[in-house]
C-alpha cells in the first residue's frame, strides 16, 4: 500500500470518533443506517481519512453525494457536510484535510 493510499484511508479509530460526533445518524437525512465512511474531499482527490474529513452518511445520501447526477443535490449535500464539519472544527480547511507527497 502506498503512502497515499495509507494516508487517505480511513482507520477504524476515526470511524469510532466520527461516528460518535456524528450521534449515529446520517448528518444529512438523519437516517440511523449509515457509516461513518464518508469523504467531504474524496480519495480521488487527496482526501485524507481523518476525522476533519470523514462524515457519517446513509447509503442514499453518500450516493448523491458521490455518484449524483443531480448537481444542485450534490452541492447541497456538500454545503451541508462543509458546514457540519466547521461546527466541530472551526480551523477547518481544504489544506488540512489534503494529502500532500513531501519530498
Given at each position: 500500500m502506498s503512502k497515499r493510499s495509507?494516508?487517505?484511508d480511513i482507520p477504524m479509530k476515526v470511524k469510532h470518533k466520527?461516528?460518535?460526533r456524528d450521534n449515529h445518524h446520517c448528518?444529512?437525512?438523519g437516517s440511523p443506517y449509515a457509516m461513518p465512511s464518508a469523504h467531504?474531499?474524496?480519495r480521488s482527490h487527496?482526501?485524507?481519512g481523518i476525522e476533519e474529513n470523514i462524515v457519517t452518511l446513509c447509503q442514499k445520501c453518500h450516493h448523491n453525494y458521490d455518484n449524483g447526477?443531480?448537481?444542485q443535490v450534490k452541492e447541497a449535500i456538500k454545503g451541508k457536510i462543509e458546514a457540519h464539519l466547521k461546527r466541530f472544527y472551526?480551523?477547518?480547511s481544504i489544506d488540512l484535510i489534503t494529502?500532500?507527497?513531501r519530498l
Open positions: 495509507k494516508a487517505c466520527v461516528w460518535e448528518i444529512i437525512c467531504y474531499l474524496a487527496s482526501g485524507l447526477k443531480d448537481k472551526p480551523n477547518w494529502y500532500k507527497k
